[in-house]
């Protein structure tokens, strides 16, 4: 079901109009999976803050990609204003369960 819906969601980011809406807050990121070596890319929720990327992962139970962050954490890359962005994301879980991943962003 993510990938039909994570299809959709990348389809309707390059429209014009509802595009930008979408894209000041849905944008996709691309890393390798540590186990797979595989490249993936799917869109998440994020919010910026100068050089600070923040996702916050809903239903992290659910989802596995954010495990691929945990610890020392990993290179990320987001697209956004129509470039792309390389760095380095690290996942946290507090005390309620409560995901968030945070890529720091390297300088331009």
Do not use: C, Q
């Not at 139970?61 to 792309?84: C, Q, V, Y």
Request: aromatic content about 6%; proline content about 6%.
């Amino acid at each position: 079901m993510a990938g039909p819906f994570n299809s959709a969601v990348m389809t309707a980011a390059g429209l014009p109009v509802i595009g930008d809406r979408i894209r000041n807050h849905i944008a996709p990121i691309t890393y390798t999976g540590r186990k797979s070596g595989r490249t993936i890319t799917l869109p998440v929720g994020y919010r910026r803050s100068g050089d600070t990327v923040t996702i916050r992962v809903a239903m992290p139970d659910e989802k596995t990609w954010w495990r691929n962050f945990l610890g020392e954490g990993a290179p990320m890359s987001i697209e956004l204003d129509g470039h792309e962005r390389s760095g380095h994301a690290v996942a946290t879980r507090d005390a309620r369960g409560r995901v968030e991943v945070v890529l720091k962003l390297d300088p331009v």
